[in-house]
């Protein structure tokens, strides 16, 4: 008696959907992720063991490099342009937050005289910015 024999497909895995749903993701990550705001210039911020307040909504930040460079957020800056910037907040500047990232390598007397703008032109607050260092 002859057994017929049935014949075997060969076992294949169909990735489509593992496709879509790594493509579903990565459209998750995307949108979801936060993004660094950097500034034009080149700012290494001096460490410190103590962990940055939370983030004011009013808030002006003020770049300055290693070389003397300043950068009102995005934009580079001379220095009697950004007096006549702070100047324009007036008196709503009392409820804002003047954010000073200096490079740790900044001349200490371009960071004071930064500082002192910020004092003059009437910001409630001053912030430093530093860079948190998770200490052993």
Same mark, same amino acid.
């Not at 995005?74 to 907040?89: D, G, N």
């Given at each position: 008696m002859a057994f017929l024999r049935k014949k075997r497909e060969t076992p294949r895995v169909d990735l489509t959907s593992m496709v879509d749903v790594v493509?579903?993701?990565?459209?998750?990550?995307?949108?979801?992720? @936060? #993004? /660094?705001?950097?500034?034009g210039i080149d700012v290494k911020l001096p460490?410190?063991?103590?962990?940055?307040?939370?983030t004011e909504v009013r808030e002006v930040k003020v770049y300055q490099s290693r070389n003397g460079d300043i950068s009102l957020g995005?934009?580079?800056?001379?220095?009697?342009?950004?007096?006549?910037?702070?100047?324009?907040?007036g008196p709503?500047?009392?409820?804002? @937050? #003047? /954010?000073?990232?200096?490079d740790r390598d900044a001349r200490h007397g371009q960071v004071v005289r930064l500082m002192d703008m910020a004092k003059v032109h009437g910001f409630g607050k001053l912030a430093i910015a530093t860079e948190y260092v998770k200490s052993p």
């Open positions: 493509f579903l993701l990565l459209i998750f990550f995307m949108i979801s992720t @936060t #993004f /660094v705001e950097s500034p460490e410190s063991s103590s962990q940055a307040s939370k995005q934009e580079k800056v001379t220095q009697e342009q950004l007096e006549s910037r702070l100047r324009a907040y709503a500047a009392r409820g804002m @937050t #003047f /954010v000073l990232l200096a």
